[in-house]
C-alpha cells in the first residue's frame, strides 16, 4: 500500500546554522492514528510544519498522498489540515465567519450543513455568531480544529491538541479522532500527554535532537522494549537484603517491606522462579505478588536517555 506521507532524507538547517532535522525518513500508513514523541526541542513541530508547507525543507522530498508538497503544493496542501500549538485566528470575526473563511481558502463551495455539523460535533453551535475575542481558551482550541477540518481534509495534524484543555475538551476531540479515523482519515499527533498516545495510537515515532530513533507499532514496541516487574509484599521486613540475594539486583522498599523484580518477558528464562526458590531457602515470605508491565511513558523516557 502506497504511504499517504512518505518524508525521504529530509533535513533542516536554520540560517543561525541551528539544525533542527537530520535525514528524517517516515511512512505514515493511510488510515492509521501515529503518534510522534519527543522532548521540547526534539523537532516535532519543525517537521510537521515541513510537511505542511510551512516551512520548507534544506534537502529531501516529502509527498503526500503522492503529491510533491514543494511541486504540487496546493494539491498535498488540500489534503492536510492542522490544528497548531498556537492559537491564532481574527479575534474580532465570528465562529461561524472563521471557519466558513478557511473552508473557502481551500477553493471549496459552501456547504453550511456541514460547518454546521462540524461546529455542533465540538460544541461550538451555540458560539457560532461569537466573536473569537469573546471565547475561552478551551473554546478557542475547539475553533482551531473546526478551521483545520473545514475543508474536509484526508490527512489531520494535530500538534499538541490537548495541551492546556479541559478533561471534556479532551475527551471530546478523542471522540472525533476516533470517528475520523473510521471515516478513513489519517491522524498524525503530537502529545506531551503520553498515556493518550498509549491509548490512542497504531505506531510509535520518537524523535530526539532531531533524528528519529525508532519507529515501531506500539504493541511491538512495548513488547520489544517494555520490561516487566515483579512486586512481592514480604510478611515480615527486612532492613537488608540477604548476599544471597544479591544476583537478583533486587529493589528494596524504604520500609523493608517490599521487593521490586525487573525482568525481560521476552526471555526465555525470566528467573522468577530461581528467585523464588532463593527467597524460600532464605526463609522469606511473602504475603503478596504482582506483575506490572513498563508503560510508554518509561520506555520513551528510557530510550530518550540512551540516546542522549
Same mark, same amino acid.
Given at each position: ?30 488510515g ?25 525543507? /534544506? ?28 492559537l ?10 472563521t ?15 456541514y ?7 465540538? #460544541? ?5 455568531? #461569537? ?18 477540518? #473545514? ?37 498524525? &499527533? ?8 498509549e ?5 510509535i ?17 512495548? !513488547? ?9 509484599? %514480604? ?7 540477604p548476599?544471597?540475594?544479591? /544476583?537478583?539486583?533486587?529493589?528494596? #522498599?524504604?520500609?523493608?517491606q517490599? %521487593?521490586?523484580?525487573?525482568? !525481560? ?21 511473602f504475603?503478596? &505478588?504482582?506483575?506490572?508491565?513498563s ?9 530518550v536517555?540512551?540516546?542522549?
Open positions: 500500500m502506497q504511504p499517504v506521507i512518505s518524508v525521504t532524507n529530509v533535513s533542516k538547517t536554520y540560517a543561525g546554522g541551528f539544525t533542527a532535522l537530520r535525514d528524517i525518513n517516515l511512512e505514515i500508513r493511510k492509521e492514528i501515529f503518534a510522534l514523541l519527543g522532548p521540547n526541542g526534539a523537532g516535532k513541530t519543525t517537521l510537521i510544519s515541513i510537511v505542511c508547507g510551512i516551512v520548507n525543507p /534544506s534537502t529531501g522530498i516529502v509527498t503526500a498522498d503522492g503529491f510533491d508538497i514543494a511541486r504540487d503544493y496546493r494539491r498535498a496542501r488540500s489534503l492536510i489540515g492542522l490544528v497548531p500549538q498556537e491564532a485566528t481574527d479575534a474580532f470575526e465570528s465562529v461561524w465567519a471557519v466558513n473563511f478557511s473552508r473557502g481558502l481551500f477553493g471549496k463551495a459552501p456547504d453550511p450543513g460547518i454546521e455539523r462540524l461546529l455542533r460535533q465540538l #460544541s461550538l453551535w451555540d458560539k457560532r455568531h #461569537s466573536k473569537i475575542m469573546a471565547l475561552s481558551g478551551g473554546m478557542k482550541r475547539r475553533v482551531m480544529i473546526a478551521k483545520a477540518l #473545514s475543508h474536509e481534509p484526508r490527512i489531520l495534524f494535530l500538534d499538541e491538541p490537548t495541551a492546556g484543555v479541559d478533561v471534556e475538551l479532551r475527551r471530546d476531540m478523542w471522540e472525533m479522532v476516533r470517528e475520523l479515523r473510521r471515516d478513513g482519515v489519517t491522524i498524525i &499527533l503530537t502529545t506531551h500527554y503520553i498515556e493518550e498516545a491509548e490512542m495510537a497504531d505506531r515515532g520518537v524523535i530526539n535532537r532531531g533524528e528519529l530513533i525508532l519507529v515501531d507499532d506500539k504493541a511491538s514496541l512495548m !513488547d520489544k522494549l517494555g520490561r516487566k516487574q515483579l512486586r512481592l509484599q %514480604l510478611q515480615t521486613p527486612i532492613e537488608r537484603l548476599d544471597a540475594l544479591a /544476583s537478583f539486583q533486587l529493589e528494596l #522498599s524504604d520500609d523493608g517490599q %521487593l521490586t523484580y525487573s525482568f !525481560d518477558a521476552q526471555h526465555d528464562n525470566t528467573g522468577i522462579a530461581d528467585l523464588l526458590r532463593s527467597l524460600d531457602a532464605q526463609g522469606l515470605d504475603r503478596d &505478588l504482582q506483575s506490572k508491565q508503560s510508554l511513558e518509561e520506555i520513551f523516557v528510557d530510550l536517555r540512551r540516546k542522549a
